[in-house]
């Protein structure tokens, strides 16, 4: 009798739970796509909007030579970004992880550009940058020539745009190859060091191998967010200097007040992340070792 | 009283004024015109926006019940927002009249009726640095020559807007050039002009905007550039101004001098909740007393010329001498399609080193791009 | 090669240091320098009239105060906002897998959407709507609440997950009905990564920038603000300001510690 009641009791509460968790799903779903994915679609839409449906915004974006060139570094700056985040974050990690270098102080001060609210950072690399900043001055004071570090007819931009935003974004590249080490077993070294193994070594052929799936899962996710540089460029060089497509897409609609030409703009940057994002995740598919446990 | 669409109408005894001033700016606006509040019995909201943003809401509002009694617009968007706009006519008085020049209200006159009044005007100057430049360049060859001499510290504004061409025209304008043709002998000879110029210009010229060329002039990376009279009091009070920068006239091209004239002006939106009371707000405003109060309380220079042998006098010289040569560009429809080819025309002369002919020919994309203006009329009495 | 690998290390520890410190301290100078000197060429390295002035327009100007406290209202709400609708998604996911396949899906697809690509329309509705560039910053808030959820709510899947499922089985024959369960048991469990989420999700909106300059234009909140400061070439004020933002920030960090770096590994995004 109990045992039916207790049976009664489950299933009425099952399907309480399940009306439970189907909302718990819906309602934060339906509010992010409201509030992010309907505008974009939106976006979307108003791109095909040239006094009617025509293709002719993004006509107009392909004729321009700047578009290109924001296309282009689109690519080459987060590419840049994610080579120098993991090589560095790779290098903190794993200093960070040998008992030896164990330090509250030194962890804290490795977070730190990633704590520091990003207007921040490149509101002081504005000021280190400038033609007469405070790096061009350490240099003048040496006596050797300044730097055009920031000059929208040189290379050097690119290369200074692509430090500074990999390096406020290195702590979290290094938080999430520390998560992954410590999940390597130390008799795995252990067996290394007794076979003979030098430090390098073992690097290549325990540390690394063991370590991919992080890295893997920590490429795709850096990568997408490399992809969405703004604030960055803006800040440092302005739409013009280091044009990317989101500041690209910003010059159009603020400068010129073209705000269908934006979102086509907006549009083809979101089909590239996307693109990528995809590709990107596919791929990782085949690396990781639990399934769908990205995050 | 029925309200219709979303808009709630605003107490009867309010105006909303939308300008484009900052909101520090806008609190100080507010106690400048309570004057007008006791004696009309209304309160005056001051609300700060940025130009697109306002000209946006009168184009949302255009067809209905609005919010906005008195709206400031930038002299480039005139053109199309004459539209939304009542006509003035009969707000302005003669007397009023006389306080700005012919330019300026012609600038504000679509097919023959006005549309708006000049609230903050202001045109270009050239700022130099004494210290490094005694005597700044008065013509067109000092100005080559100083380029030449001293690469990388002349500047012009040459990012991707509308501040572009606020450096440009007076080129075009000296060199008996008309905005109107881009593709007329005169605007090809200050397009080439500076195309001899470029090699020379600062580098950051091609993102340069107002601020950061200032900033750039108050670091000493930059010894030349243009810009409007704020440029001064921001150098007064970082204490670089009059010691080490000056404003010197704009250097005197083959056909004279020419500065662009700029800034803000209102207009009553057709659908303004309180015409009456928005129309009686300019007639105040347009007093000579009150832009003198304008002018002193808001540190705005423009419509009173500063007492001679004052500071403001010394610091603005540049200014006070270009006032007979102030130019509007053309209040037309298409203005920003004729903009846009400018700017990209400029661009490819100045950073891509194009030949002006074919700079100018490669700008214009299609048929739309083709801008039907009058020739604006050189020269004024201010 | 040992030795080298030492230096190696050693050097990087020191380019860490000296990279921490370093921005800290220039903004700290540049903040107490007056506007003329900072303008030196070259520059000043200590300064040499050092003054409070900067810090006291900050917080004398009404622009400034308001952003201050609208920065405040707008990270306040939002981190609730996102939190509580960041919690129900956790539990929904930690429970059932196929809602924690459409959560996974949802949550990385919002992250591949570029801020450009959503702001300029979201501005425009938000307008039609009446809460663009708001004096409160409710738009904003809503914003920033929707961005922040999937901070939230992979924070709070992995306590959710960490909770028996027989402690709520428990409940459940005792006669509480899931929802019960759900703010009594599962919350109160999982508090402190609720704590954590709501700092996180506090500290995105606060630091959040690109939706903050397109929907907010006049009525702004401190990054905007900063950014204006900076490129209208006020330097000194631009700095102490750029210092105030910093102290949420880092108190976090050093109050937290170790218990952020799983939270950041979760949930950070541009």
Known sequence: MRLRRIRARFTAVNASAKRLRTVFVVVPCIFMITMLVLPALNGLLLSFDHNGLSLANYKILFDDSMFWRALGNNLLVPFGSVIVEFALGLALALTLTARRNRSALIETAAI???????????????????????????????????????????????????????????????????????????????????????????????????????????????????????????????????????????????????????????????????????????????????????? | MLVAGCHTSPAPDQLNVALAVFPDEAARYASFVTDFESQHHVHVKVLAQ???????????????????????????????????????????????????????????????????????????????????????????????????????????????????????????????????????????????????????????SAVFREMSVLEAQARGSVWIHFNWPFAMGYLHTKGLAPNVNLSAPIPAGPDGRATALGGGYLAIPNSAPHPKLAAELIEYLLTADTQAKLSRELGWYGSVPP??????????????????????????????????????AIRAVLFDDAQPASAIASSILDAHDRCDCAESAPGSQL | MNTSLKAARFALIAFVLVGAALPLYLLAKQSMTPELETFAWPPHWIPHHPTLSHFISVFAVNELRSAVLRSLAVAAISAVIATSLGAMLAHAMARNSIAQRLGFSTVSGIRLLPMIAVAIPLGIILATVGIYDSPTGIGLAIVHAAIAIPTAALTLYAAFVAIPLEIEEAAWIDGASPLRIFLTIDLLMARTSIATALILCFILSWDEFGFALLVQQTNRTLPPLLYYYTVFGNVGPASALALLMMIPAICVVVALGPSLRGALTAGSSR
């Open chain 2, 50 to 204: 940025t130009y697109t943003d306002i000209l946006q809401a009168m184009r949302v509002q255009a067809g209905s019940h609005g919010s906005i009694d008195l709206a400031e617009l930038d002299l480039a968007m005139l053109g199309e927002a004459h539209a939304y706009a009542q006509p003035l006519d009969q707000v302005v008085s003669p007397t009023a009249r006389a306080l700005f020049s012919k330019e300026a209200w012609d600038a504000a006159t679509v097919d023959r009726q006005l549309y708006f009044v000049p609230h903050r005007l202001m045109w270009q100057a050239m700022i130099y640095n004494r210290v490094e430049v005694p005597n700044p360049p008065a013509t067109w060859n000092d100005l080559e020559r100083f380029a030449r001499d001293h690469p990388g510290k002349l500047a012009l504004k040459g990012a991707r807007y509308e501040g572009a061409i606020c450096d440009v025209m007076p080129f075009v304008w000296t060199a008996g050039g008309n905005e109107c043709r881009p593709d007329s002998v005169g605007s090809i000879r200050a397009l080439d002009f500076l195309r001899q110029l470029a090699p020379d210009l600062n580098d950051e």
């Open chain 1, 112 to 295: 730190l550009p990633f704590a520091i609210p990003e207007i921040v950072i490149l509101t002081l690399a504005r000021y280190i940058f400038l033609p007469r900043g405070y790096l061009n001055g350490a240099i003048t004071m040496t006596g050797m020539h300044p730097l055009p570090w920031l000059s929208p007819r040189s290379p050097l931009a690119i290369f200074t745009v692509i430090v500074v935003d990999a390096w406020h974004v290195t702590p979290v590249v290094m938080l999430m190859l520390m998560a992954g080490l410590q999940t390597i077993p130390t008799e795995l070294y252990e067996a290394a060091r007794l076979d003979g193994a030098g430090t390098f070594a073992t690097f290549r052929f325990v540390t690394l191998p063991m370590l991919m799936p992080a890295i893997v899962g920590a490429l795709i996710l850096r990568g997408i967010d490399a992809l969405r540089i703004f604030s960055t460029v803006l800040v440092l060089t302005g739409p013009e200097g280091v044009p990317v497509l989101s500041t690209y897409s910003y010059s159009l609609w603020d400068d010129a007040q073209k705000p269908h030409e934006a979102m086509a703009a907006s549009m083809i940057l979101a089909l590239m992340v996307t693109i990528i994002g995809i590709g990107g995740l596919l791929a990782a598919r085949r690396f990781s070792r639990d399934d769908g446990a990205l995050a």
């Open chain 2, 307 to 344: 007492a001679p042998g004052s500071e403001d006098a010394q610091l603005y010289a540049g200014y006070t001498a270009m006032r007979p040569y102030v130019r509007a560009r053309p209040t037309v429809n298409c203005y920003p399609d004729l903009s846009d080819q400018w700017r990209r």
